[in-house]
């Protein structure tokens, strides 16, 4: 299986909710699965198999979670699939699945349980023959890429007052704020909120420099434990976080100064805690989803390496991953933002040329980001990588960052 979150967002740049998007088989490896063979196991929902692993609250942060149903899957036992609470989940349903009896009555049926209802992927000319299951729908999923949003905002707004319109397949800021300024939406949907720049403020605050000089020390060969230690100490939170984290650690006396924790955790274990740590500081005047977009990225390419033949070189992967939003946190194209980092050439060119021998797993990333299965699974192929390794490397990270959350607010 195959499976990814994709953030939906308010217009405050909140995460609102996540919409799963999975897929359960490679038709590369498996052709026949493109026939008859593709129904097999249908009625086994993906996204409730991953909300049972993980749990709304380490997942979603306790936000609602967009989950899709088949015309086969729609009529799966759900609440013997997932324990969830009702009003967490959302069944996405599209016009794959008729507006006939059988199935408004089962629409019907799962919103009497409590769970609520979306709907995407309809065309204009579909709308009037949608009314008996247009109106079970709290959320209607709206392109603004295929369809006249804005008219469509009106129809909707008018017969279906109480479903909540998202505006989705959104790339750029620009049409995210036209949308926002012209009101009418509850969420936002779309790779606008991980867009590089283009042009660049002139100047970086100064907060940020800390955060980058002390990235900086830390991923040079050999570095000093004390001049980390000095820069960690002009910042509070860095501060109240380390000592924090050290104390947790030991068990017969406190720790007292940022010297001597740092000392306790030693360079290796410093330094994984502060490109993690300082991620979360680095981006804080950006949307949270951006740290969290990092962070599992950071980890989901360390845990590809192996499948790539890159193992020896996890560590870097992991940088890449986390200065991959490099270009949006600090408002410059990718190429400068990198003047301000000590990063390898391979990152380097992976990030700026996308060349170079790290450049394939970043590119898988990408494409498995944005749920480009056709993609991943003919990379996956070429590659040689199971299913079964991919869906383990982003499980992991998803396990690994609610784990790091975790710690955080205790």
């Not at 109480?162 to 012209?182: V, Y």
């Not at 980092?341 to 494409?367: C, R, T, W």
């Not at 996956?380 to 992991?396: G, R």
Request: charged content about 20%; proline content about 3%.
């Amino acid at each position: 299986m195959l499976v990814v979150l994709v953030p939906m967002f308010d217009e405050n740049m909140a995460v609102g909710a996540y919409s799963v998007f999975a897929q359960k088989n490679n038709y590369f490896l498996n052709p026949a699965m493109l026939g008859t063979g593709q129904n097999d196991g249908a009625t086994s929902i993906a996204g409730l198999e991953l909300i049972q692993n993980i749990g709304v609250e380490a997942l979603s942060q306790g936000k609602e979670i967009l989950v899709p149903l088949s015309n086969i899957s729609i009529f799966a036992d759900v609440e013997s699939q997932c324990d969830a609470p009702h009003d967490k989940i959302v069944f996405l349903i599209d016009n794959t699945i008729p507006p006939i009896d059988m199935y408004v009555n089962r629409l019907t049926e799962l919103k009497e349980k409590g769970y609520k209802l979306a709907i995407r992927k309809l065309a204009v000319a579909e709308f009037e023959n949608y009314r008996s299951i247009l109106s079970l729908m709290d959320y209607v999923l709206l392109n603004n890429r295929k369809i006249a949003i804005d008219k469509a905002k009106i129809y909707f707004g008018k017969l279906y007052p109480n479903a909540k319109l998202c505006a989705g397949n959104i790339t750029d800021q620009e049409t995210f704020e036209n949308l926002k300024r012209s009101g009418g939406y509850s969420l936002y949907e779309g790779s606008f909120y991980r867009v590089p720049a283009t042009k660049g403020k002139n100047d970086v605050a100064p907060l940020k420099i800390n955060y980058i000089e002390l990235l900086n020390i830390v991923n040079e060969g050999d570095f000093d434990l004390q001049k980390a230690a000095s820069v960690i100490s002009r910042d509070t939170a860095l501060t109240i976080s380390l000592l924090g984290m050290v104390n947790r650690m030991t068990v017969n006396s406190g720790i007292s100064s940022i010297n001597h924790a740092a000392a306790m955790l030693g360079q290796k274990e410093l330094k994984r805690w502060i490109n993690t740590a300082v991620a979360g500081q680095l981006y804080a005047d950006k949307p949270g989803e951006l740290t969290r977009l990092s962070l599992l990225r950071a980890r989901f390419l360390e845990n590809l390496a192996p499948h790539f033949n890159l193992a020896i070189r996890k560590e870097e992967l992991f940088l890449l991953g986390l200065f991959s939003v490099l270009d949006v946190i600090l408002e410059k194209p990718m190429e400068e933002a990198l003047t301000w980092m000590k990063v390898s050439g391979d990152i380097y060119k992976a990030l700026v040329d996308h060349d170079g021998p790290l450049n394939p797993v970043m590119e898988f990333m990408a494409q498995y980001e944005d749920a480009n299965w056709q993609e991943v699974s003919r990379l996956m192929l070429l590659e040689d990588i199971s299913m079964k390794a991919v869906q383990q490397a982003y499980m992991d990270a998803l396990c690994w960052y609610r784990d790091l959350i975790s710690d955080t607010k205790n």
